[in-house]
Protein backbone atom coordinates (compact mmCIF):
# COMPACT_ATOMS: atom_id res chain seq x y z
CA UNK A 1 0.00 0.00 0.00
CA UNK A 2 1.19 3.58 -0.73
CA UNK A 3 2.19 5.54 1.78
CA UNK A 4 -0.13 8.30 1.17
CA UNK A 5 -3.05 6.33 0.97
CA UNK A 6 -2.13 4.73 4.53
CA UNK A 7 -2.12 8.19 5.94
CA UNK A 8 -5.56 9.16 4.77
CA UNK A 9 -6.65 5.79 6.03
CA UNK A 10 -5.00 6.72 9.24
CA UNK A 11 -6.40 10.00 9.30
CA UNK A 12 -10.41 8.43 8.30
CA UNK A 13 -9.96 6.61 11.38
CA UNK A 14 -9.17 9.68 13.67
CA UNK A 15 -11.85 11.74 11.62
CA UNK A 16 -14.56 8.71 12.62
CA UNK A 17 -13.11 8.39 16.29
CA UNK A 18 -13.93 12.09 16.93
CA UNK A 19 -17.83 12.06 15.06
CA UNK A 20 -18.33 8.78 17.35
CA UNK A 21 -17.07 10.18 20.37
CA UNK A 22 -18.95 13.63 19.56
CA UNK A 23 -21.96 11.46 19.08
CA UNK A 24 -21.82 9.58 22.19
CA UNK A 25 -20.89 12.85 23.70
CA UNK A 26 -24.92 14.32 22.68
CA UNK A 27 -26.67 10.85 23.63
CA UNK A 28 -24.84 11.23 27.06
CA UNK A 29 -26.43 14.11 27.66
CA UNK A 30 -30.10 13.18 26.96
CA UNK A 31 -29.63 10.12 28.98
CA UNK A 32 -27.84 11.71 31.77
CA UNK A 33 -30.15 14.73 31.52
CA UNK A 34 -33.39 13.85 30.07
CA UNK A 35 -36.23 16.35 29.40
CA UNK A 36 -37.60 16.67 32.88
CA UNK A 37 -38.14 19.09 35.82
CA UNK A 38 -38.67 17.63 38.98
CA UNK A 39 -40.15 20.14 41.78
CA UNK A 40 -39.57 19.65 45.34
CA UNK A 41 -41.10 21.45 48.25
CA UNK A 42 -41.85 20.75 52.05
CA UNK A 43 -44.61 21.65 54.77
CA UNK A 44 -44.39 22.52 58.09
CA UNK A 45 -47.97 21.46 59.11
CA UNK A 46 -51.31 20.55 56.71
CA UNK A 47 -54.21 21.15 59.08
CA UNK A 48 -56.60 20.79 56.84
CA UNK A 49 -54.85 20.29 53.69
CA UNK A 50 -56.26 18.12 51.32
CA UNK A 51 -53.88 18.06 48.55
CA UNK A 52 -51.64 19.87 45.94
CA UNK A 53 -51.99 21.74 42.47
CA UNK A 54 -48.92 23.18 40.80
CA UNK A 55 -48.84 25.46 38.18
CA UNK A 56 -45.95 26.33 35.10
CA UNK A 57 -45.40 29.05 33.07
CA UNK A 58 -42.54 30.10 30.41
CA UNK A 59 -41.91 33.61 32.53
CA UNK A 60 -41.46 34.11 36.18
CA UNK A 61 -44.35 36.52 35.99
CA UNK A 62 -46.89 34.33 34.12
CA UNK A 63 -49.38 33.38 32.95
CA UNK A 64 -49.30 29.97 34.92
CA UNK A 65 -51.37 27.14 33.53
CA UNK A 66 -52.30 24.53 36.27
CA UNK A 67 -50.35 21.21 34.97
CA UNK A 68 -51.79 18.51 37.26
CA UNK A 69 -55.53 17.73 37.18
CA UNK A 70 -56.14 16.12 40.28
CA UNK A 71 -54.22 17.05 43.61
CA UNK A 72 -51.21 15.74 44.87
CA UNK A 73 -52.84 14.23 48.01
CA UNK A 74 -51.46 15.27 51.24
CA UNK A 75 -49.68 12.79 53.04
CA UNK A 76 -48.08 14.56 55.89
CA UNK A 77 -49.18 14.58 59.20
CA UNK A 78 -51.02 17.47 60.06
CA UNK A 79 -48.67 18.85 62.94
CA UNK A 80 -45.54 18.21 61.17
CA UNK A 81 -45.41 18.52 57.28
CA UNK A 82 -43.93 16.44 55.04
CA UNK A 83 -41.62 16.10 51.57
CA UNK A 84 -43.02 16.23 48.07
CA UNK A 85 -41.63 16.05 44.92
CA UNK A 86 -43.35 15.90 41.11
CA UNK A 87 -41.71 15.01 37.93
CA UNK A 88 -42.97 17.35 34.96
CA UNK A 89 -42.04 15.47 32.25
CA UNK A 90 -44.48 17.52 29.43
CA UNK A 91 -41.93 19.89 28.88
CA UNK A 92 -39.10 21.50 25.86
CA UNK A 93 -35.70 19.71 26.42
CA UNK A 94 -33.64 23.07 27.77
CA UNK A 95 -35.99 25.10 27.86
CA UNK A 96 -36.39 26.89 31.31
CA UNK A 97 -39.92 26.96 33.43
CA UNK A 98 -41.28 28.92 36.05
CA UNK A 99 -43.38 26.61 38.73
CA UNK A 100 -46.30 27.97 41.69
CA UNK A 101 -47.56 25.62 44.18
CA UNK A 102 -51.26 25.40 45.43
CA UNK A 103 -52.76 24.22 48.69
CA UNK A 104 -56.28 22.23 48.24
CA UNK A 105 -58.01 22.28 51.96
CA UNK A 106 -60.34 19.88 52.27
CA UNK A 107 -63.14 22.98 52.82
CA UNK A 108 -62.54 23.43 48.89
CA UNK A 109 -60.91 26.78 49.49
CA UNK A 110 -57.02 27.19 47.66
CA UNK A 111 -54.47 28.88 48.38
CA UNK A 112 -51.69 29.58 45.84
CA UNK A 113 -47.94 30.54 47.51
CA UNK A 114 -46.62 33.83 46.04
CA UNK A 115 -42.60 31.87 45.54
CA UNK A 116 -41.71 31.19 42.18
CA UNK A 117 -39.30 28.42 41.34
CA UNK A 118 -36.84 27.99 38.18
CA UNK A 119 -36.08 25.14 36.78
CA UNK A 120 -34.56 23.88 33.42
CA UNK A 121 -35.93 20.43 31.57
CA UNK A 122 -32.14 18.91 31.20
CA UNK A 123 -29.20 20.37 28.98
CA UNK A 124 -30.62 20.99 26.14
CA UNK A 125 -29.20 21.30 22.83
CA UNK A 126 -26.28 24.12 23.99
CA UNK A 127 -25.05 22.07 26.64
CA UNK A 128 -25.19 18.65 24.69
CA UNK A 129 -23.31 20.11 21.69
CA UNK A 130 -20.72 21.12 24.28
CA UNK A 131 -20.77 17.84 25.64
CA UNK A 132 -20.33 15.88 22.58
CA UNK A 133 -17.88 18.68 21.60
CA UNK A 134 -15.53 17.46 24.62
CA UNK A 135 -15.93 13.82 24.27
CA UNK A 136 -14.88 14.65 20.31
CA UNK A 137 -11.68 16.27 21.41
CA UNK A 138 -11.21 13.28 24.26
CA UNK A 139 -11.79 10.81 21.42
CA UNK A 140 -9.11 13.08 18.96
CA UNK A 141 -6.34 12.77 21.98
CA UNK A 142 -6.86 9.03 22.27
CA UNK A 143 -6.17 8.52 18.58
CA UNK A 144 -3.35 11.02 18.75
CA UNK A 145 -1.66 9.19 21.95
CA UNK A 146 -2.70 5.85 19.66
CA UNK A 147 -0.40 7.38 17.02
CA UNK A 148 2.04 8.55 19.59
CA UNK A 149 2.76 4.99 21.21
CA UNK A 150 1.77 3.00 17.47
CA UNK A 151 3.65 4.31 14.52
Known amino acids: MKEGVYILMRKGKGVLFILL ?3 LGIIL ?3 LWPPRVIISWET ?4 DTLGFFLY ?19 TGDP ?4 SYSYEDRQVAWG ?13 GNRNRYPMVVKGQAGVGWAGALAIGALTGALA ?4 LWGKANHP
Open 21 to 23: GFT
Open 29 to 31: AWL
Open 44 to 47: ASEV
Open 56 to 74: RAEFPDGPFVQINETPLLA
Open 79 to 82: LVGS
Open 95 to 107: KVYFYQLEELERS
Open 140 to 143: WSLT
